[in-house]
């Protein structure tokens, strides 16, 4: 969701194209490339770069950049011409970019008095102005604690892996040894059920199909230009959301009338309908849930796509990793217990992969803020008003910080830690990503399954970066099941 933004306006690019008709046809419509008052100041200053053309600033080359074979080449021509940070208008917002892990980190530590999160206008109308993505300040901070208490709590993970382990092996049993598995679309199938039944509590059937419907229109208008008249998608889109609105709150209603005060919090609405607090109205948290939805439906599913896509192109590490799994699996038979979750992040090398997986992957590739003030970091001046993308990709990617960085290599995670300031795929600070373990669960429960049931051979496929990361044809894949007693055994155990 992070940076749908972007996804918005480069699906926007004909949008663009008119702009700039427009723009040369009033020949004053330019903006205001110097920053009032800074500039004869020495000490702190404007990072170097250049802002562009008028209006359109360099929005296009960035947008190029991403669709084409070198994504990065965007950020790395500008950081050997300026440094890390440096001044670019892209989105129709004069933005300073950092590629510089201590400055991202200043970003992400910093609270709402220095930055907000930034969205164009029609995001935030599809996501509604309570939406925790958008929210600043105390709210912010309490839903967020809630949200990431939920699921940090080990009841929770006991029952997400519950979840997990059965609509995994339901799953895979349907998959045919004759045609191809689309490993993409399967891993959004189960992440979905997986996340409605955590957020709102509903199980696989004609709730969640509707509900899946209507995200599915719903999540087309974040990717559509911003027009809202009847016809268009994004009109659609708010429709649909209309409609997923009334659901939820339906469900907030039933559960309201069953009055569940007393009992353990089993989903996340149970959580903020349990608390005190008035300001978590029904529509505040049925908006939410809504908004929770979307990071969870693409960013673990494309994960575990990525993952399996590693692995498949470095057969050391999926030895390694299948081996690990498998010693695990046989080791659970032989006690005859059943796999809980602290098993399946007990695993090493296959946390290695997927932390590898998050660092080469960058399934969000950095963050976006507004800054409230004229700010000072690391001696560069962030003006009141402008933008800043704390821009992540660079730094996991960074020859100085990671060896052969491009390398899928999960052995450079061995006795590493991973809480530190060049390694931020789930952002920082007080919007660190709450879903973190529900990802890191997620995707262990998805590898060990499939690792220990299935050998397969990959069809060709590549890595699309944009305008969210994915792969260009859904990871097709031939499969071949392992002959193993207990891996039958095992599938028998779940699917029911
Ligand atoms: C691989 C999976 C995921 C990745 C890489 C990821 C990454 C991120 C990042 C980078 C942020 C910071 C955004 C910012 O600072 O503006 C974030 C925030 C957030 N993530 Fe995730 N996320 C993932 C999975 C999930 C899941 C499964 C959920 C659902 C439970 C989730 C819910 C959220 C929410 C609600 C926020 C906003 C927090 C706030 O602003 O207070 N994420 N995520």
Excluded at 101 to 118: G, H, M, Y
Excluded at 147 to 154: D, E, L, Y
């Amino acid at each position: 969701m992070y940076n749908l933004w972007i996804n918005l306006l480069a699906t926007g690019t004909i949008f663009l194209v008119i702009i700039i008709i427009i723009i040369f046809h009033k020949k004053n419509f330019f903006i205001n490339h110097r920053v009032k008052g800074y500039k004869r100041n020495m000490k702190i200053s404007l990072p170097l770069g250049n802002l562009g053309w008028p209006f359109i600033g360099e929005t296009l080359e960035f947008i190029s950049c991403g669709y084409s074979h070198s994504p990065e080449s965007f950020m790395d021509k500008r950081r050997n011409m300026y440094g890390k940070v440096f001044k670019s208008h892209i989105f129709g917002s004069p933005t300073i970019i950092s590629t510089d892990a201590e400055v991202n980190r200043s970003i992400l530590q910093s609270d709402a008095k220095t930055f907000v999160p930034s969205y164009p206008k029609s995001l935030t109308e599809l996501m509604g102005k309570s939406s925790i993505l958008l929210i600043n300040g105390s709210l912010q901070r309490r839903i967020h604690g809630l949200i990431g208490a939920f699921f940090k709590s080990p009841h929770v993970k006991v029952r997400i892996t519950h979840d997990m382990q059965k609509y995994v092996q339901q799953s895979m049993a349907n998959w045919q040894e004759n045609c191809p598995v689309y490993i993409q679309h399967q891993a959004k199938n189960i992440a979905f059920q997986v996340l409605v039944k955590a957020l709102i509590g509903i199980d696989p059937g004609d709730k969640l199909e509707l509900l899946r419907i209507q995200f599915q229109e719903f999540i087309a208008g974040l990717m559509s230009l911003p027009i809202n008249f009847p016809g268009t998608t994004l009109y659609r889109s708010l429709k649909a959301k209309k409609r997923m609105v009334k659901l939820i709150q339906s469900i907030i209603q039933e559960k309201r009338e069953k009055n569940v005060m007393s009992t353990v919090n089993e989903d996340v609405v149970d959580v903020l309908i349990n608390n005190t607090s008035e300001e978590l109205t029904d529509e505040l948290i049925s908006d939410n849930m809504i908004d929770l939805m979307i990071p969870g439906e693409d960013s673990v599913p494309v994960l575990i796509t990525l993952a399996i896509k590693y692995l498949s192109d470095s057969p050391v590490a999926l030895q390694q990793l299948t081996e690990e799994n498998l010693t695990l699996k046989r080791l659970k038979e032989k006690q005859r217990e059943t796999l809980v979750w602290s098993d399946y992040l007990s695993l090493p090398f296959t946390q290695n992969v997927i932390s590898e997986t998050l660092r080469l992957g960058n399934i969000i590739i950095g963050v976006m803020r507004k800054a409230v003030k004229d700010v000072e970091i690391k001696g560069y001046l962030i003006p009141k008003g402008w933008c800043t993308f704390a821009y992540f990709r660079s730094v996991h990617l960074d020859d100085n910080l990671y060896d052969f960085p491009y390398q899928f290599n999960p052995w450079r995670w061995q006795n590493k830690d991973i809480n530190n300031s060049y390694f931020t795929p789930f952002g920082g600070g007080q919007r660190l990503c709450p879903g973190i373990d529900l990802a890191r669960l997620e995707a262990s429960i998805f590898l060990h399954h499939f690792t220990t049931q299935f050998r397969w051979v990959a069809e060709e496929d590549s890595i699309i970066n944009f305008p969210t990361v994915r792969m260009k044809r859904g990871m097709p894949i031939h499969i071949k099941r392992r002959e193993s007693s207990s891996s039958i055994m095992q599938q028998h155990q779940y699917v029911h």
